[in-house]
DNA sequence: TCTTGAATAGTCAAAATTGACTAAGCGAGA
DNA sequence: TCTCGCTTAGTCAATTTTGACTATTCAAGA
């Protein structure tokens, strides 16, 4: 889920071939997915099956097959709603599981900010619910007290987001602000 | 690794059957890893084929097959191996990389502490790496000031468990501490 | 001109993982 | 005693993921 929405978000901003998907996920983004080559072009497939993405075979001087992908208008489609779910949501150290924050330049600030408060309440409910969880017995005692310490530091870190998004003027679109 | 450091560390405070193993990890440390029933099976066996746990099927009642495991020498072995392994490296933000953490215990004091150092190390490596990693042009501020959030509140929260394990007087095995 | 290595673009068999399914024993209440 | 639901214990076909492999083009140096 968040790898498609990493694929459909990097064919957004312009038709891409294979390698270069692959390779700008390698370069700038394997910090936080774990997207191997092989799986992207499965995922492509996938993709290309139920309509969210085009490819045609360009040939490039006498070049063989090099695949050009693009996002369809149903995919922006799917793009929008993954986004969506995916901000709304809180899933614990999950690599690839912070995807949407790179898109959510996506959305309107105001539905952003939504998400993301809701973002925040998830997490929060998650926090809760596991410090009022029973002592575990003896052991563990690490573990636990390295997922209390995690996930303080995402709900800190997201409200600071979220109050310096509220914070900065929205900025308009082709056009300054209005004194 | 992770998911095998993990039953070879469960087997070790005692033998279980599967059901067992699973309602446990389940009940415990769902928080912490997704290891699934049919995959642990699946590990289970290829545990036996290593030699690292036994298997004998024992017929309490007339209940049919009740599969009990329990590690073998081998396996505690493997265990320590993949313990000193897991706790000396640094995986970030992957569901079930911190595992070790739980076993921690199992080292003599001054091991653990070797190898909490070496994952800080690794750690630290890691935020340098990456906070002098050229600025990824405008997108993904967001993703990047996240991961450097998280690398950070790592990274302090490790520093103070290292502390603290070295403050506190080494718990002798059996006697009390000499005044 | 020949060679070598990097960039480009995938393919595929094998391995890992999962979700959905089966099935038996057992205790308690109707 | 019947049956209903919980506990116990897995199995397996289908899906997903991976690592290793193949190939072509092009530029630059020998």
Redesign the pocket.
């Known amino acids: 889920m968040e790898?498609e929405l990493l694929l459909l978000g990097l064919l957004r901003q312009g038709a891409m071939?294979?390698?270069?998907l692959n390779?700008f996920i390698e370069r700038n983004l394997a910090f936080c997915t774990?997207?191997?080559?092989?799986?992207a072009?499965?995922?492509l497939d996938?993709l290309q099956a139920r309509g969210w993405v085009t490819m045609q075979?360009?040939r490039?001087?006498?070049?063989?097959?090099?695949?050009v992908y693009s996002l369809t208008a149903a995919g922006e489609d799917a793009f929008q709603r993954l986004l969506r779910e995916n901000l709304g949501e809180f899933v614990a150290a999950k690599t690839g599981s912070d995807i949407g924050l790179a898109f959510i330049d996506a959305l309107p600030k105001r539905e952003a900010l939504r998400l993301l408060n809701r973002r925040r309440a998830a997490l929060a409910e998650q926090l809760t619910e596991f410090e009022s969880a029973p002592q575990h017995q003896g052991s563990y005692q690490l573990l636990i007290d390295h997922q209390l310490n995690y996930l303080r530091c995402e709900l800190e870190w997201l409200s600071q987001v979220i109050a310096r998004m509220q914070s900065r003027r929205v900025p308009l679109r082709r056009g300054s602000a209005r004194a």
């Open positions: 790898r071939h294979g390698y270069q390779d774990d997207l191997k080559k092989s799986t072009y499965v995922l996938k075979e360009a490039a001087g006498n070049r063989p097959h090099k695949r």
